[in-house]
């Protein structure tokens, strides 16, 4: 999960956290936990159409934040 990348796509839109909670249905609490991967904490497929819906994100984009792991 690169959540800067999706951080940057929350930016450009104007949304907060707060924002994405509120659409994909969950608490801001539980939002933190799935960006942080903390809880076993993931984003369900549904969440994550709401998500490329409403940012539009390219299929790349959604590979990028999704499922391409950082090395460093």
């Known amino acids: 999960m690169n959540k800067n990348l999706l951080a940057a796509h929350m930016a450009k839109a104007g949304d907060t956290q707060k924002d994405l909670a509120d659409a994909i249905g969950t ?3 539980w ?3 799935k960006l942080n991967g ?3 904490a993931d984003f369900s497929t549904s969440e994550v159409k709401i998500i ?3 940012y539009k994100l390219k299929p ?3 590979y990028d ?3 391409a792991e950082k090395v460093s």
């Open 65 to 67: 934040i999704f499922f």
């Open 31 to 33: 939002l933190n936990a």
């Open 60 to 62: 790349k984009e959604v």
């Open 52 to 54: 490329v819906d409403r």
């Open 27 to 29: 608490s801001l609490s």
């Open 38 to 40: 903390k809880q076993n």
